[in-house]
């Protein structure tokens, strides 16, 4: 069936440094990828997307990558703050509904 | 703007009892809902997709019996879970899909059943 891998699982970096986060989708006709942050206890918050027209795109201190050929796509967190810890969820949306399908989630920790 | 709610934000109740959920899009009109559970330190499950006016469509393993959706309007949706057990408490979340495919999350529900 239909899959969304994540990793890692947990990722603890240094503030100011970079954090990756990457998935992996299995269905090639996905066409919308949502990235969420969810700090405990609250609501996930759309952080960014991008559709598979688009190879990349930014916004401020987050990028998201792309590659339809290879069903890759991450997330990248420049400069991270204090306030960037979090769990951080992919999506890939599944063939032919709007339903998401979510990657297990990264625990992202930046450290002061 | 995208404005989810949802009520209550916690409940607490015994086992054998019924609980509603609601799930409201506060600025927006959403044709389509989903609800999700969410047990500690694990992803969110998608249960079932609740559509404005029709029945919802459960996930796989779901009972549908047990989880009752009902979608009047285009700004509702509610989800009672039916003869609650232990094993039913979790963190329940519902979002509402505005444009395109952009779904916004509510707040979540924290049920507890004793």
């Known amino acids: 069936g239909e899959n969304v891998e994540q990793h890692p699982s947990t990722l603890s970096v240094q503030e100011g440094d970079s954090a990756v986060i990457k998935c992996t989708y299995s269905?090639?006709?996905?066409?919308?990828f949502p990235w969420y942050k969810q700090e405990l206890g609250k609501r996930p918050q759309l952080i960014i997307d991008i559709r598979s027209n688009v190879g990349e795109k930014k916004d401020q201190r987050i990028a998201v990558t792309l590659n339809k050929t290879a069903k890759h796509f991450s997330l990248h967190i420049t400069e991270t703050q204090p306030e960037d810890s979090a769990v951080y969820f992919c999506?890939?949306?599944?063939?032919?509904?709007?339903?998401?399908?979510f990657g297990t989630g990264t625990r992202l920790k930046v450290l002061a | 703007g995208a404005v989810v709610s949802q009520h209550p934000s916690w409940v607490i109740c015994k086992s054998g009892t019924s609980v509603k959920i609601e799930c409201r899009s506060l600025d927006f009109q959403a044709t389509t809902m989903f609800w999700y559970r969410q047990f500690p330190k694990q992803s969110l499950m998608l249960m079932a997709t609740s559509n404005e006016g029709s029945k919802a469509t459960y996930e796989q393993g779901v009972e549908k019996d047990k989880f009752l959706i009902n979608h009047a309007s285009l700004t509702l949706s509610t989800l009672t879970v039916t003869s609650a057990h232990p094993e039913d408490s979790s963190f329940y979340i519902c979002?509402?899909?505005?444009?395109?495919?952009?779904?916004?999350f509510g707040p979540g529900t924290r049920l507890t059943v004793l």
């Open positions: 999506a890939a949306t599944s063939s032919g509904t709007y339903k998401y399908i």
């Open positions: 269905d090639s006709a996905s066409n919308y």
């Open positions: 979002s509402a899909r505005g444009d395109k495919d952009t779904q916004y």
